[in-house]
């Protein structure tokens, strides 16, 4: 099988090509921060106006799976780190061990996540649908589970598409189609699964961590 | 143990940034249940920022990148700071009265 | 309210002060508008292609930055003082004073209803003394209103959930137009009223001839007995709650450690969603109001709280 | 990333090859007749699934052609009803409807995506010397969510409507308002994505894929303005895309954060909303400002005035416009002390637009004016805009707000910025830059004409405006009190003449397209790289790759024309 080609024609060389991808992801990345900066400031917002709201319902939350999940991100984004190491030095095997084991810890986060929110369900914390809180002021209370479900749905969705991004870049190594040494490709999507991190790296401690000292 | 093999001479320095990022998730965790008032908010969100930062340092390659790279990386921070200081300054000073 | 006019009266005392700043303003544009036009023009006459002026050659690096400078820091200096000179104005807008009447207002889709302190009320319209500070309660029943009055040259949203206040002093008697600034729906545009100011004594009489209804504060009393405030909240109920005699004004240690002033905001808070700030030493028991009584019965039992609160009988 | 090139692409573009002096090598006449990028594919799919920057330009310049003229009926027919005070034409709920429907289509679907979208991104990878912008396909896709987005509009209009007016507040929208609320801001959510991805090429070709020779300070102030633009699509467009999300679902399921009844505050949303439509002004001003000045000093042969300057303008324009947006809150319930500061930010920001306007005006003196359309244009946009950013200081200052917010004051002020400089100003663009778009000229009467009706009938139907909104008039009335009778019917009259003088362009221009004169490759003798290549441009814009040698705007001294010249007769009189 030929070389796949690396070098689109509205570039001159490699070099630029590259420089564009990564810019452009970092870019995408800045508008990132700031479309979930529209969600954290309506969390600050409201935890400026109602703390005793925030920490009574925050310390409802799981922070078991929360903690858990948070650590199996972390271990994702040092196999995605492996990933574009590996490619680097182009070595194809550790390239697709690595990729497939950052999917695999993507599902396994967002299969602690499903059974998180089947744990909200059931009791009963789910806005608009299903929520009794018995604790203080329990319409700001719905306000924060409101934004819980926004958030880490959002993050999410966030999730899923890089999930699937790197299975398909997985295959696409795979089978050879992709000039990944020459190419950003690894790179970029390593940018991508890694800002899924950083925004988790934030949820965190707002969602999990408030008033649990109380 | 076929990982480690496939993985060889790769490992290192992410592996030391791995260790730090998890000993970071415990101390926050740990820390979350310490009464200290206002600095667990300060504690938990100083120790995510830590870890952010180590993210985008060293798995996202921001300590080797070029000035470009790095404005860019800053500038969505920056204007979400702009967005929250704006805000709050309005949230703020809602309360204060005359002079 | 007359013909072709290209200047609302002044009917207020803020009124010439914010007049005296917009025609500084006005002054200054005309001045810039008509000095770039002329430029334009000129320099389009003088130097058109094939005229007898000297054309190009290069304008000196030195000069550029002199220029630049100058019409950097000349407009930013004039801005600077015309912020400082119309921020002034804007804090005694801000702060109504202490003795001011004080009116209560509801705005809802698609009417203004005005209550008198001693319960005259009046729906889009509103009669005031003039020569006396006039303070308005604002409450939104849906949506957010804007209260507009031009000749007085102020306007506040409403915005619902909250209490808004302004205030005005109008000087000159007449009828003026009161206006729904905020887009509100269907009849937003018929959300319009007239303000009536008239001397002291006029309104003194205006008021005697109105049917009185109940005051503000009465209401309040009666709601207070009426949705059973009163079975918990006087000594000697059934159920322990604070006393409200005295409540108003003063600090209220919450459960938790906070201690919060009891105003205006806190009062509608602890009627409408009583759980977010409990008082020390008693139980979270209390229901919400929420959706059983209207932002008029809620500015009645504010109104009748603060006046039998400590630092409440201001009025 | 590299599977999919497109078909047409591999054969026409030279890449490697002879390094011939462009300017020379396509001046003369035994010129290669390379394909233009028109006539380099053929049907319809060539034209949809293109990946070619020009061809992209010519599909958005039709895409908000369509729905510049769907917002300009709706104009059309809230002026009719202003004509009488009573509401007789339409309904209440109708005329709400209009303006609604006028301010979603004009800001997202014209203004915005007006110059970056169509002029951007045509002449952005030309005047770099690109081959195409970074990422081709990105770009069709971001065409392709705008017309998806449009469809969503279309929808709510086909259906019956939305009466929030553009500005969707809470909890109006959330909850009081009938229309189709969450179709209108699906369609502007998507929209946001097309602007982001639009915004996203352009900073990425700008700073990776200029032609040797041009560094930071040769860039033409049009990609300069391109890329002021792009920052703050990028910055401010997710802040609406989550603001909108929020009321959609705080519509549809009802619960969120904005409705009192459920706890929550509606001037958060405001803030939300501001934070974008604030610095979205400056997207629908900034790229007018690029072309005015690619203008005047094109038609007044001089080097800009103070280069520099006007760069650290644009971009301080950029920045500092994300600081003011709470002076559109002074009398919502916002803090008095915010207020001060946003208030005092927004007279800072007039200073770099002042700077912008002495320095065109400088830029003529000395000058070898020459008046055709697209400097009637320009001339045009500096005297408007003049204006528009002059009564931004009244809105500005505290007292003065409190009396002109939300009345037809903020209407005219925001129109002679939007309507005065931006559509002037791409007006001017089009003419412009016409020749190189099509390879035709248009006429040039026609258009002065065309340009000179557009001042007059502009003024006459906005400058009513400031008084009816000094008079107290407020906004988005359906009826009104007699007494502003006569500054609605001047209005409405003006709006017939402004009409008419939109209506002209379209039709000459189409006639241009079959009859006008061939255009040669740089009929204005202008500078900028652009001009270096053929009119209409090849697919891959240059024969061999342009080398940058001097500073832009050149004109000192004047070049002598090359005999092709078609409506002036060169400059007799050299510079001394």
């Known amino acids: 099988m030929s070389d796949p080609q690396a070098l689109a024609e509205q570039f001159d060389d490699l070099g630029q090509q590259r420089h564009a991808a990564e810019l452009g992801m970092w870019i995408f990345l800045a508008t990132e921060a700031l479309f979930f900066g529209g969600l954290l400031l309506g969390y600050a917002v409201y935890r400026h106006l109602y703390p005793e709201a925030w920490f009574a319902a925050a310390r409802e939350t799981e922070i078991l799976i929360g903690t858990a999940n948070t650590a199996i991100l972390l271990t994702s984004s040092l196999t995605m780190w492996l ?108 940018l991508y699964w890694h800002l899924v991190d950083v925004v988790w790296i934030f949820l965190y401690p707002l969602i999990y961590l408030p008033g649990r000292s109380q | 143990m076929r990982a480690i093999g496939a993985f060889h001479g790769l490992w290192w320095p992410g592996i030391l940034v791995w260790v730090t990022l998890m000993a970071l998730l415990g101390l926050t965790w740990g820390l979350a249940y310490v009464p200290m008032g206002v600095f667990n908010t300060v504690v938990s969100m100083g120790i995510g920022t830590l870890k952010a930062l180590l993210v985008a340092l060293f798995f996202m390659h921001l300590k080797e990148s070029g000035p470009v790279l790095r404005l860019a990386a800053c500038a969505g921070l920056v204007w979400l700071a702009v967005l929250f200081a704006f805000t709050f300054a309005d949230y703020l000073s809602r309360g204060w009265g005359p002079g | 309210m007359e013909g072709l006019s290209f200047f609302p009266k002044e009917a207020s005392t803020f009124a010439p002060r914010t007049d005296a700043v917009f025609f500084t303003l006005l002054g200054l544009s005309a001045f810039m508008t008509l000095a770039v036009a002329f430029l334009l023009v000129y320099f389009c ?271 | 990333m590299n599977t999919i090139v497109d ?118 990878p030309l005047m770099l010397g690109a081959r195409d912008l970074a990422f081709p396909r990105l770009n069709l896709m971001s065409w392709w969510l705008i017309v998806i987005a449009g469809a969503f509009v279309l929808y709510v209009l086909v259906m019956g409507g939305v009466d929030t007016g553009w500005t969707f507040y809470a909890p109006y929208s959330t909850t009081y308002s009938n229309g189709y609320v969450v179709a209108a801001a699906a369609g502007i959510f998507v929209s946001g994505f097309s602007t982001i991805a639009t915004g996203l090429n352009f900073i990425v070709t700008t700073h990776t894929m200029r032609a040797p020779g041009m560094h930071w300070f040769r860039v033409p102030l049009f990609v300069w303005s391109i890329y002021a633009t792009a920052l703050i699509m990028l910055l401010a467009t997710p802040v609406l895309a989550m603001a909108l999300l929020l009321i959609m679902i705080e519509r549809l399921l009802g619960v969120g954060i904005f409705d009192p009844a459920l706890g929550g505050d509606p001037v958060l949303f405001e803030h939300l909303f501001w934070f974008y439509s604030h610095p979205a002004v400056y997207i629908m001003i900034l790229p007018g400002m690029g072309v005015v000045t690619e203008i005047v000093t094109c038609f007044a042969r001089r080097r800009i005035f103070g280069y520099q300057f006007m760069v650290y303008a644009l971009l301080s324009i950029a920045v500092v416009g994300f600081f003011v947006w709470g002076h559109h809150m002074f009398v919502a319930g916002q803090s008095m002390y915010a207020g001060l500061v946003f208030s005092f930010l927004s007279y800072v920001i007039a200073v770099p637009s002042a700077i912008k306007v002495f320095n065109w005006t400088a830029t003529l003196y000395r000058g070898s004016i020459v008046l055709d359309a697209p400097m009637l244009y320009a001339l045009g946009f500096i ?46 663009g089009l003419h412009f ?64 003449v402004l009409g008419a003088a939109y209506l002209l362009p379209l039709g000459y221009f189409l006639w241009s397209l079959r009859y006008g004169q061939p255009a040669s490759d740089n009929p204005w003798d202008a500078k900028g790289l652009e001009w270096r290549t053929a009119s209409p441009p090849p697919k891959h814009n240059f ?27 060169s400059d007799g009189r050299p510079a001394s």
């Open chain 1, 83 to 190: 990933a574009v190491r590996a490619g680097e030095e182009g070595r194809r095997d550790a390239v697709t061990l690595a990729l497939g084991l950052t999917a695999t810890l993507g599902a396994f986060f967002l299969g602690l996540k499903a059974y998180e929110y089947y744990l909200d369900w059931d009791n009963s914390l789910v806005p608009g649908l299903r929520f009794a809180f018995e604790k203080a002021d329990p319409e700001h209370a719905e306000i924060f589970y409101y934004l819980y479900f926004f958030l880490t749905g959002v993050h999410a969705v966030h999730l899923t598409v890089a999930i699937t991004a790197v299975l398909v870049v997985l295959f696409l190594v795979r089978t050879g189609r992709l000039a990944y040494q020459q190419s950003a490709t690894l790179t970029v999507l390593g």
């Open chain 4, 7 to 124: 078909a047409q692409g591999s054969g026409s573009s030279g890449g490697s090859g002879s390094h011939s002096l462009p300017r020379q090598a396509e001046r003369g006449v035994g010129r290669e007749e390379a394909t233009s990028y028109l006539t380099a594919g053929h049907g319809v799919k060539s034209w949809l699934f293109t990946t070619d920057h020009k061809r992209i330009a010519i599909l958005y310049a039709l895409t908000i052609t369509v729905f510049f003229f769907i917002g300009g009926a709706a104009a059309t027919l809230i002026r009719m009803e202003l004509f009488t005070p009573a509401g007789d034409l339409v309904s209440a709920e109708g005329y709400n409807k209009l303006f609604t429907l006028h301010g979603v289509i004009m800001v997202w679907f014209f203004l915005v995506p007006a110059i970056p979208a169509t002029l951007g991104n045509f002449l952005l």
């Open chain 3, 45 to 315: 006459t003088r130097y058109r292609r094939g005229s007898k002026a000297r054309h190009g050659g290069r304008v000196s690096k030195l000069i550029d930055l002199e220029f630049e400078a100058g019409w950097s820091l000349i407009p930013l200096f004039i801005f600077l003082f015309l912020f400082t000179w119309a921020a002034g104005q804007e804090f005694t807008l801000f702060y109504p004073p202490k003795d001011a009447l004080e009116i209560s207002v509801v705005g809802k889709q698609w009417m203004w209803k005005t209550e008198h302190p001693g319960g005259q009320r009046e729906i889009n319209a509103l009669h005031i003394p003039i020569g006396r500070p006039i303070k308005l309660d604002m409450v939104s029943q849906d949506t957010i209103h804007s209260f507009y009055v031009p000749a007085f040259r102020v306007k506040h949203d409403v915005v619902p959930g909250r209490d808004n206040e302004m205030w005005f002093e109008a000087k000159e008697p007449g009828a003026y137009r009161l206006f729904c600034a905020e887009f509100c729906g269907t009849d937003h545009s018929r959300m319009i009223g007239t303000i009536t100011a008239m001397p002291p004594e006029d309104y003194a009489r205006w008021l005697d001839a109105q049917p009185t209804g109940e005051t503000l504060v009465a209401e309040g009393r009666r709601l207070y007995h009426e949705l059973g405030c009163s079975g918990c909240h006087e000594a000697g109920g059934s159920v322990r709650a604070p006393p409200l005699h005295g409540l108003y004004g003063g600090p209220v240690p919450l459960e938790g450690g906070a201690v919060v002033t009891a105003d205006e905001r806190y009062v509608r808070d602890s009627i409408l969603r009583p759980k977010s700030q409990v008082a020390a030493g008693y139980k979270p028991i209390m229901p919400s109001f929420q959706g059983s009584i209207d932002e008029g019965e809620l500015q009645a039992l504010q109104a009748w709280i603060r006046s039998i609160g400590d630092g409440g009988k201001e009025g």
């Open chain 4, 433 to 496: 830059w016409w020749p190189k778009i099509t390879g035709r000229l248009y006429p040039e009467a026609w258009a002065r004409f065309a340009a000179l009706l557009m001042f007059f009938g502009f003024n006459m139907t906005f400058f009513p405006q400031f008084i009816l909104g000094w008079m107290g008039m407020p906004r988005r009335y359906h009826e009104y009190p007699s007494e502003f009778q006569v500054y609605h019917v001047l209005s409405s009259a003006g709006a017939v």
């Open chain 4, 543 to 569: 024969p061999s790759t342009p080398r940058v040698d001097e500073e832009a705007y050149d004109y000192h001294p004047p070049r002598r024309p090359p005999g092709g010249h078609l409506d002036h007769p």
């Open chain 4, 383 to 428: 005297g408007l805009f003049t204006m528009g950013g002059l009564t931004g200081l009244f809105v500005a200052s505290l007292p003065i707000d409190v009396h002109v917010h939300d009345t037809y004051f903020v209407v005219a002020h925001f129109h002679y910025v939007m309507v005065g400089g931006m559509v002037s100003a791409f007006f001017g």
